[in-house]
Each structure stands twice: as C-alpha cells, then as structure tokens.
C-alpha cells in the first residue's frame, strides 16, 4: 500500500517505524525522556508514570537533561544503524516542557541532521508552539484526540492549566478540543504528517471515536491510531480507583475494522516507554544506561 501514496508523502513516511507498518520491521526509533511536566490531566494517566497518551500505564521512564539526550542518542546512532526516528513522548507533555523540548530538538538537528525527529502530543499548546515546532523540520507529529464533543471531554479530563489558570470541566475539555483542532489544521497547512492517537474508553467514547477518525481523516489527518484503555487499580488512575473496564480485544478490533472503512488505521503500536529503543515490540534501552553513555562519549 506504500507504493499507492504520492512521491513526497511516500519519501516521509518509508523510514518512519509508526507512520508505516512495512518500516516497522526494519527501522527502529528511540525516545527521549526529557518532558516532565504537563498541562492537563487525563483520567487514565497517573502523573508518577509515563504519558498514557501514548504508553502503557504503570511505566517509570528515567528523565533525561536534553545535554545527556544528545549524548544517549549519539550513542544509539552507532549502536543501532537501523535508527531513523527520535521521538519525544513524555514522560509527560513534550510541549508542556518547552525549554527542555525546543533544546533537544535544536541539537538533535544539528548534531543528528539524518534523524527524522517526531513528537507526541495532547495538543493544548500546539498552535501556540507551531512555528517554533515546524522550525525543527519535523515532518512527524501524533496527536492525542479522545473526542470532539466537551460532554464527552470533561468525563475524560477533569481539568487543564491554560492561561495560567487551572480551568475544569465542559470548560476545560472545549478549550482542549479546540486547540487539538486548530493545531492539526495548521500541521496540516504546513505538510506535517499527523497521526492522531484515540484510547478507546468502553462506554464514554468507543461509539464517538468513529465521528473522530471520520472528521481528522476530513481534516487531512494522515493516520489514526485507536489504543485500548489499559485500567488496573494498581495504576491509580481515576479511571483504575472508579472500575471503568477496558475494551475487551475483539471491541477494539470492531472499532478500527469500522474506522478502516475511512481511513489508514494503524494496528501496529506497541504503546511505547518514553524511554523505548530499537525496532517496535523490543525494547533495548537497558543497554544504554547513563553510565553506559558517560563511559562512551
Ligand atoms: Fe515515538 Fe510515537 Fe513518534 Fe512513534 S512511538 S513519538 S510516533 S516515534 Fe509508535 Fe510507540 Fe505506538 Fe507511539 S509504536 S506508542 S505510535
Ligand atoms: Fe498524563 Fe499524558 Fe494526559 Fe498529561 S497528556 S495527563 S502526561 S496521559
């Protein structure tokens, strides 16, 4: 299906582990855990782990200074020739950490210029942060989109920082949503590649995800990406503590096969650490610890 997309998409995405499930076998990405902090919560995530827009929950990524990124991925390049993609994932949000982010990518594209750089996002601040983003070169951005109605929005996020406020509720999730709306448009217009990420949440947004892939398919969205909700009440999450399930195996295949009817789906995540290195599915980090790095650089 590769050879069916247009030269210039087909020469961003051939290399790119997540954008292409053909790549996915033969290219590798590594991220780095330089983001801590974020700006909205999100009923699934625990603050003490891992982004759960895009990681499994229950996982503790070791941060990283973006002087001690640049380092460790250096290190991986040579490790690793099958390195085409660094993302930054987390722990929390990427652009929720912008002097830490916009410091990693400034030297990763000078210092590693044939890495393609990927970010992932719950959206707030993308319009803000658009023109600072795109002038990194990313050709690769994901998108957390669980809705576009706030009914829906304030059952899944009880609050977001906007403004240097605390804002909560249908309030809070509109605000959301309209950033996470604006800022794909606008990555659109400047011919970013957007995969958008959806958790599946029985009973709160299964049915809705469906409108989502139809109307970021609409909007030029590249790719969608539904992940199950993962809940256990030793995450200590809200939606672990209050008993909300996950989809069962055969609901989340319903909903993408239901979406594929409309748009590229991707089946291939593997709801990565924001620390993962090497092909999807492996995880090699352990063999690039911070002593291992100070050691080789
Ligand atoms: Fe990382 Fe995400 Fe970029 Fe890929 S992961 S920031 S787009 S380079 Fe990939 Fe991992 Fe799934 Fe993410 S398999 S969790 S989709
Ligand atoms: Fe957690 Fe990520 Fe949501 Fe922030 S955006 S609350 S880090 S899942």
């Known amino acids: 299906h590769l050879a ?3 030269a210039n998409i087909r020469a961003k995405v ?31 995530c625990n603050r003490k782990y891992d982004c759960t827009n895009e990681s499994r929950p229950g996982v503790v990524s070791e941060l990283l200074t973006p002087e001690q990124a640049i380092q460790k991925v250096l290190v991986v390049a040579t490790a690793i020739p099958q390195l085409s993609v660094v993302g930054i994932a987390g722990p929390g ?9 916009f410091a990693t990518l400034d030297a990763l594209s000078q210092q590693a210029p044939d890495l393609k750089l990927c970010i992932s996002t719950n959206g707030l601040m993308l319009p803000s942060l658009i023109d600072r983003l795109c ?3 990313i050709e690769h951005v994901t998108i957390t989109i669980n809705c576009l109605d706030p009914e829906i929005g304030a059952q899944i996020y009880p609050w977001i920082f906007w403004n240097h406020r605390r804002i909560k509720g249908r309030d809070a999730a509109h605000i ?7 800022g794909l448009d606008m ?15 029985p009973g709160i947004n299964d049915e809705h995800l469906r409108e989502v892939s139809r109307v970021v398919k609409e909007k030029g969205a590249f790719l969608h990406n539904v ?16 008993g909300q399930r996950s989809p069962t195996a055969d609901e989340l295949t319903a909903l993408q096969t239901a979406c594929a009817g409309n748009m590229r789906m991707m089946r291939h995540c593997r709801q990565c650490r924001a620390d993962a290195v090497g092909l999807l599915g492996e995880d090699r980090n352990a063999e690039f610890d911070l002593a291992a790095i100070a050691t080789q650089s």
């Not at 053909?22 to 983001?35: E, F, L, N, P, W």
């Not at 992940?227 to 209050?242: C, K, R, S």
């Open 4 to 6: 069916q997309l247009p």
């Open 14 to 44: 051939n290399n790119h582990p997540c954008f292409s499930e053909d790549a996915h076998h033969h290219y590798a990405r590594m991220h780095v855990a330089v983001a801590p902090g974020c700006n909205i919560q999100c009923n699934y």
């Open 93 to 101: 949000d990427p652009l929720a950490n912008p002097r830490r982010t």
């Open 135 to 137: 002038a990194y070169n």
């Open 176 to 182: 959301l949503i309209e950033q996470q709306q604006l």
């Open 187 to 201: 990555l659109v217009a400047r011919g970013v590649l957007v995969k958008v990420n959806s958790v599946m949440i």
């Open 227 to 242: 992940m199950p909700l993962i809940a256990a009440p030793e995450h200590g999450t809200v939606y672990g503590l209050n």
